[in-house]
């Protein structure tokens, strides 16, 4: 299938007839679908088409939102000034729509009391459930304790 350089179809043809008529227009033969039956060609300059195509791909990177992850960490013994300080850095975070890794880390003794750190993990995320969505909640890997909260979506 062969389609002209102003969009109009000129129907079913060779591959050497078409490309032949590309040569006496001094376009290029470009294969535009060329999964589909019969496949499609079209007559066009082919450096135009490859601009474009890459003007569409810098526009569809510049829409990406590109995600960052911020971290915070908390003692299982913190204070409330500044379990209120790192709260609020927390919450800017998320209205910025990075993602926030709250981590813990148990040192010596504390270790034998990591109830009390899930317990302040759970308190944080309680407090910003307004912005944030939980995605995976406290979880020990060694001596450190991690918790993830993503942004909720704006419907």
Do not use: W
């Amino acid at each position: 299938m062969v389609i002209g350089d102003g969009g109009e179809q000129l129907g079913v043809m060779t591959k050497r007839d078409a490309q032949a008529m590309a040569d006496e227009r001094q376009l290029d033969l470009v294969l535009v679908a060329p999964n589909a039956k019969p496949p499609v060609a079209k007559f066009m300059d082919y450096n135009k088409f490859k601009y474009d195509q890459q003007k569409k791909l810098r526009e569809a990177k510049k829409k990406q939102k590109i995600v960052s992850l911020k971290e915070i960490r908390l003692s299982p013994k913190i204070d409330t000034h500044d379990f209120e300080t790192k709260l609020r850095n927390g919450r800017k975070f998320l209205e910025n729509g990075d993602k926030l890794k709250i981590s813990i880390r148990f040192r010596g003794r504390e270790m034998a009391h990591t109830n009390l750190g899930r317990t302040v993990m759970l308190d944080f995320s309680k407090r910003c459930e307004d912005l944030a969505d939980i995605e995976s909640y406290p979880k020990q890997e060694g001596r450190t304790m991690i918790m993830t909260l993503t942004p909720k979506k704006d419907k």
